[in-house]
């Protein structure tokens, strides 16, 4: 990509607002994914994470900012769009850890279709309702036995959410039914003591662009700030909501979208 993301490599600076934490995190191997990974990290959390096989050199770079940063990586090669797959990776991270302090759940998929709903096909609306909610739903559930109290789960939402652009129709409305969720499943577990909240970037720099929009001159753009955000400047908002700093808050969007106001 040029000019490559930022995801923090230079600029994040760790205080141990989750030192001992252990997090599971879709979606780890670029983008936001990787920031939070890296900002976690810094931060004193061991980081299991997952990647599609196709990307496995990605990911391989997400496991050295992990372990240079003095914290363990498990990096697991998984589509969320399989429930066993999804069973199997919160398996595997009790077999890692006994328990999961924090469930970040990030990865998501999206093509531009900008001939509207009817070059939507059957294909695509699947791959991209079982990638964004499927399996939130099914890591959500499984993980939340091995979840102990104080612990949270973080789900990524989006402007498109509450101002969904028409070449996004479909991740648009996977992205309202994320903040929905959010804020349904944090009344449900509130008495458990795990919160659950989620974050809304705006327009943000990842490989996801260049590789589902047809032209990229104008993206982020539209943003107040006139600009995407790098992958680094979201990463705070994720350690902020796992950490103890955040106890009293839950069924919360923080909205990260360079000035657009939301709801």
């Not at 810094?42 to 990647?51: F, S």
């Not at 612990?151 to 309202?176: C, E, F």
Request: with cysteine.
């Amino acid at each position: 990509m040029d000019p490559p993301p930022d995801h923090g490599e230079d600029s994040y600076r760790g205080r141990g607002r989750l030192q001992g934490h252990k997090a599971v995190l879709t979606g780890g191997d670029s983008g936001i994914g990787r920031a939070v990974a890296l900002a976690f990290a810094r931060e004193g959390a061991d980081v299991l994470y997952t990647y599609l096989p196709e990307e496995g050199e990605e990911a391989a770079e997400t496991t050295r900012l992990v372990q240079d940063a003095g914290r363990t990586a498990v990096a697991v090669a998984c589509d969320i769009r399989e429930e066993q797959q999804c069973r199997r990776l919160v398996d595997r991270a009790v077999e890692e850890w006994g328990r999961i302090d924090i469930l970040v759940n990030n990865a998501a998929y999206q093509m531009s279709q900008p001939d509207g709903i009817a070059s939507i096909t059957t294909e695509q609306f699947d791959r991209v309702v079982r990638t964004n909610l499927y399996g939130m739903f099914w890591l959500s559930k499984m993980a939340l036995p091995h979840i102990p109290r104080g612990g949270s789960i973080i789900n990524t939402t989006s402007v498109q959410a509450y101002q969904p652009s028409p070449h996004l129709l479909d991740y648009a409305m996977t992205k309202g039914a994320i903040a929905t969720f959010t804020k349904g499943l944090a009344q449900m577990v509130a008495a458990d003591g795990v919160r659950v909240n989620a974050v809304a970037p705006g327009p943000v720099w990842t490989p996801l662009i260049p590789a589902t929009l047809p032209d990229t001159t104008e993206f982020g753009k539209q943003s107040p700030m006139g600009r995407p955000a790098q992958p680094a400047e979201m990463a705070p908002a994720y350690v902020f909501l796992a950490s103890p700093e955040a106890s009293y808050i839950t069924a919360e969007i923080v909205n990260a979208t360079g000035g657009s106001p939301l709801p």
